[in-house]
């Protein structure tokens, strides 16, 4: 079962475009959403992350909007550069505390083209 | 100065074979995960330790064996390795409770053949 489904898969964007990378969860109970992106041959980094209880978060080029009754969150990168070509993954964490247990999306491959 | 390091970097063996990953963590974190990536980059937890105790225990086979021996290692050792085996392996760490962010080892790609 796929808690959080992410989409889409692939992404090609113009350099200085919009990036947006999209998230829907199942479970309400997960409470803390981070984005975490991937280059080739590294392991994931933190991005950005939200909570439920904001409905946005931006932090320079970066923008988590988050939907809680449509279940659904999305990354934004303004001005996408080349240097922004990685893997995207967003993730979901449950309420618990000592439940640190973080449920991927399936990623999103972000090819920024000059 | 590297934050969470595993080795080795490449793992080639035979079918069978049984081996070791070693990961460990100098953020002071109390908590560490080992995490599997396949070849279409899904990323799933397997395992999960706070102060040397297992906290998260995905369905994975028991062929596969967390230890850690203080709360800055955690090794995994897999035994009798299949070719479904191969992927990408991750270590990560953390604090524990409330947002805190998972940092993330670069990896141990495992190839079985």
């Known amino acids: 079962q796929q808690q959080v489904k992410q989409s889409p898969q692939s992404l090609i964007v113009q350099k200085g475009g919009i990036s947006i990378i999209n998230c829907a969860y199942e479970n309400t109970a997960f409470d803390y959403f981070p984005w975490y992106q991937q280059f080739p041959g590294k392991g994931p980094a933190l991005l950005i992350a939200i909570r439920p209880d904001v409905s946005e978060k931006k932090e320079g080029r970066f923008t988590i909007s988050f939907n809680k009754s449509a279940k659904q969150f999305s990354l934004h990168i303004m001005d996408s550069q080349p240097g922004d070509s990685a893997t995207y993954f967003c993730a979901a964490k449950g309420p618990n505390f000592g439940n640190e247990k973080l449920t991927f999306g399936t990623g999103t491959r972000l090819t920024i083209i000059p | 100065d590297t934050a969470v390091s595993q080795t080795p970097k490449y793992l080639v063996t035979q079918m069978g074979n049984d081996k070791s990953i070693k990961c460990e963590q100098n953020l002071g974190h109390d908590t560490m995960y080992w995490y599997k990536q396949d070849s279409k980059k899904f990323l799933k937890i397997m395992f999960s330790?706070?102060?040397?105790?297992?906290?998260i225990n995905e369905t994975v086979p028991n062929r596969f064996s967390p230890k850690s021996p203080d709360k800055a290692h955690l090794n995994l050792h897999i035994n009798s390795l299949e070719l479904g085996d191969s992927a990408v392996y991750f270590c990560?760490?953390?604090?524990?409770?409330?947002?805190?962010?998972?940092?993330f080892g670069d990896g141990t790609r495992l190839s079985i053949l």
């Open positions: 330790y706070n102060n040397k105790e297992l906290i």
């Open positions: 990560a760490s953390s604090r524990r409770g409330g947002d805190q962010p998972q940092h």
